[in-house]
């Protein structure tokens, strides 16, 4: 059975970076694509960025296009999403994701392709 879990999440300042982690227990993690997630309170959950099996490909929308930067080590089956110059409106749980498929971009991750999902690690950036 595949799980994931998130760590890493906690109270910054902004201006703070974080790294995002995620453990991936279970198989086939190398042959999919991965994925992070974030829900802010009151809003509803969005997509922010995505990886292919290799690591080769990434995609990111725009709003967090470069300060976030995703990465995975299918060794160690983790993915990791590195988030620097944290702004208050980067407060949300943020979630991994592995897709039953490979990589995504666009609208193409606003789809029902991810498959398993982690509980999240929340965020608090204070101004």
């Known amino acids: 059975q595949v799980q994931l879990a998130e760590s890493g999440g906690g109270l910054v300042q902004a201006g703070d970076s974080l790294r995002l982690s995620c453990a991936h227990s279970?198989?086939?993690?190398?042959?999919?694509?991965m994925g992070w997630f974030r829900q802010a309170p009151g809003r509803e959950r969005e997509f922010v960025a995505s990886i292919s099996w290799s690591g080769e490909h990434t995609y990111y929308v725009n709003s967090v296009r470069g300060r976030f930067s995703i990465s995975r080590d299918n060794s160690n089956k983790m993915a990791y999403l590195q988030i620097s110059s944290l702004k208050p409106e980067d407060t949300a749980i943020y979630y991994c994701?592995?897709?039953?498929?490979?990589?995504?971009?666009?609208?193409?991750?606003?789809?029902?392709?991810?498959?398993?999902w982690g509980r999240g690690t929340q965020v608090t950036v204070s101004s």
């Open positions: 279970g198989r086939d993690f190398e042959i999919y694509g």
């Open positions: 994701a592995r897709r039953a498929s490979d990589f995504c971009s666009g609208d193409g991750c606003n789809d029902h392709m991810w498959e398993y």
